[in-house]
């Protein structure tokens, strides 16, 4: 007894240190130990068993992440990002457009409460801005829009269309850099006019990529001018100041034209000071960013509308994109950390590694910070093609809307839409699958790329009325979230057993438990009302049924919970 009590010490929870090995207590003066247990055994006499019984009862688990307790209306919206292109073509010449995309938007939200619609209130446009490419992030003119997608009154009517059912719409801003046949950098290379607006060399430089191993620096003549991602984008010259004037210009134009903000790409390599680090996260970069979010702010709030929502891409560890936030800096920054530890959590069955990278957000960003949690975006192997469309999917929903942050769907997620074939972006990037017709429902002439996912199942029509579909469980999900407190602003303390995760959400007096199981075999939680509180009065709020305790959670499978 007197060893079980000195083990019954060691107790641990998750968002706690590491455990640590075996070895330090077998290497410890074990005569010393035992004369210890003995005193304390002397002197706890009759009552060591009540004592060992205390110590050895489960305590709460410790506070992974906080509130929010001032939320603005990004932290409780849910994000659907769009690659118009790809979404819904009107005219049958195979590419999407704006009057498609406007066609589709009672899909996404009709601004009506129940309904079969996917419930989301926030629409991130890929880059619908001139540009010479089919994925528009070398753009040519960042006051037009692409002839491909339509007209300004098209993209006017898309976004009068969008706040009438109270979705907001942000677009993706290319700041970085232009495309080379963009009239700027033309004059720029000729050295006609705006020969400061990029970045020039009259000698060789050997710069190498700090992402890669491609040079940064590319020939023009007899110079050399800096493009970080290749040479049809050079980078503009945020050092001369009417580059500066002319971006916040572009950008709030397009905020008087009605969008409610900006998905801000590549945001670490604006300001390069050298070669290596001085390609990526300079404190002129954001130092810049800071600036620059703040005269958007003002320019909302002077027009008497809500705070523009400017979430960047920070393709970084936590302790990196936490550097674009506060200050006046960008309000979001994309969770990479966090969409790369619920994949790996779900292909090994255990939440781990989950636990580590959530535990340590709030160490790392202000009080309050935005974060936008996703499970892949256009740049990424879709999820379901990872978790090769099986139970897993269903898990990774489930977690994508039980954890804190504002989370974001790509298109076609919802319906487990796969990767084309090949390696390229393209294939992450295929026509939305509406139904199981020629050109799946997205077009009635040639797609500008071919469907790859059977439609017969992988279809808007063959899941919109399947109560079981995965469509229906991103329905029930986004409905669940929008209506709790808890699910959106609320705390987050997890518990973790073997291949049991516990996702415990609370606001208030609202309590919410998510428990997963990421495991082969059923399990039954073992949480004690000391951990999770009263476990009466549970219900089950997928089917808003009462339960009289605890579930079996069948394998790769979870249960939404209410908590008195």
């Not at 080379?180 to 009259?202: I, M």
């Amino acid at each position: 007894m007197k060893r079980g009590f000195l083990a019954a010490l060691f107790v641990l929870t998750a968002c706690t240190a590491p455990q640590q090995s075996d070895d330090s207590l077998n290497q410890a003066d074990v005569s010393g130990v035992d004369a210890v247990v003995s005193d304390v055994a002397n002197a706890l006499d009759a009552g060591l068993d009540a004592a060992t019984d205390a110590v050895s009862t489960p305590t709460p688990p410790a506070l992974c992440r906080a509130g929010i307790a001032q939320p603005t209306w990004f932290h409780r919206a849910v994000g659907y990002e769009i690659f118009v292109r790809s979404f819904q073509d009107s005219d049958g010449d195979g590419i999407g457009d704006f009057k498609g995309l406007t066609s589709r938007l009672d899909y996404l939200n009709d601004g009506k409460p129940g309904g079969d619609d996917l419930g989301v209130d926030l629409i991130w446009l890929m880059p619908i801005h001139d540009s010479p490419s089919y994925h528009g992030y070398d753009v040519r003119d960042y006051r037009k829009l692409n002839p491909d997608y339509g007209t300004d009154a098209d993209f006017d009517a898309f976004v009068q269309a969008a706040h009438a059912r109270g979705i907001r719409v942000v677009l993706d801003l290319v700041l970085n850099h232009s495309s080379s046949k963009h009239p700027w950098f033309q004059a720029s290379a000729a050295g006609t006019d705006k020969s400061d607006w990029y970045v020039w060399s009259d000698v060789a430089m050997n710069w190498k990529q700090p992402f890669g191993n491609s040079p940064s620096w590319h020939t023009s003549g007899k110079r050399w001018f800096y493009g970080v991602f290749s040479a049809g984008m050079p980078d503009l010259n945020y050092a001369t100041p009417a580059v500066t004037a002319e971006m916040t210009d572009v950008a709030q134009t397009w905020l008087d034209r009605g969008v409610d903000g900006y998905r801000l790409d590549a945001v670490r390599y604006l300001v390069e000071t050298g070669a290596g680090a001085g390609q990526k996260d300079t404190p002129e970069t954001i130092a810049w960013w800071q600036k620059w979010a703040t005269q958007l702010r003002k320019h909302q709030l002077n027009a008497g509308k809500v705070e523009p929502l400017l979430v960047g891409e920070a393709w970084a560890a936590n302790a990196i994109a936490a550097k674009y936030h506060g200050n006046g800096g960008l309000n979001m920054t994309f969770d990479f950390d966090l969409a790369s530890a619920v994949l790996t959590s779900l292909q090994a069955g255990d939440a781990q590694m989950l636990a580590q990278v959530l535990c340590a957000e709030d160490s790392v960003f202000p009080a309050d910070a935005a974060r936008g949690t996703f499970l892949t975006n256009h740049d990424m192997v879709r999820i379901a093609t990872q978790l090769a469309n099986g139970p897993d999917s269903r898990l990774a929903a489930a977690l994508l809307f039980a954890l804190p942050g504002t989370p974001w769907v790509y298109y076609g997620e919802e319906i487990g839409l796969l990767n084309g074939a090949g390696g390229g972006d393209e294939a992450k990037r295929q026509p939305m699958q509406w139904s199981a017709d020629a050109g799946v429902g997205f077009t009635t002439g040639v797609p500008w790329q071919a469907a790859n996912t059977d439609a017969t199942t992988v279809s808007v029509a063959a899941q919109q009325t399947q109560t079981t579909s995965l469509l229906a469980l991103y329905r029930q999900l986004i409905a669940l979230r929008k209506n709790s407190d808890a699910l959106t602003i609320g705390e987050t303390r997890l518990l973790i057993d073997g291949n049991l995760l516990g996702v415990l959400r609370s606001a208030g007096t609202e309590r919410v438990l998510v428990a997963l199981n990421l495991g082969d075999a059923p399990v039954t939680p073992p949480w004690t009302a000391t951990q999770v509180g009263a476990l009466t009065g549970l219900q089950d709020l997928r089917t808003g049924q009462p339960v009289p305790a605890l579930p079996v959670i069948p394998p790769h499978d979870f249960r939404i919970l209410k908590l008195q």
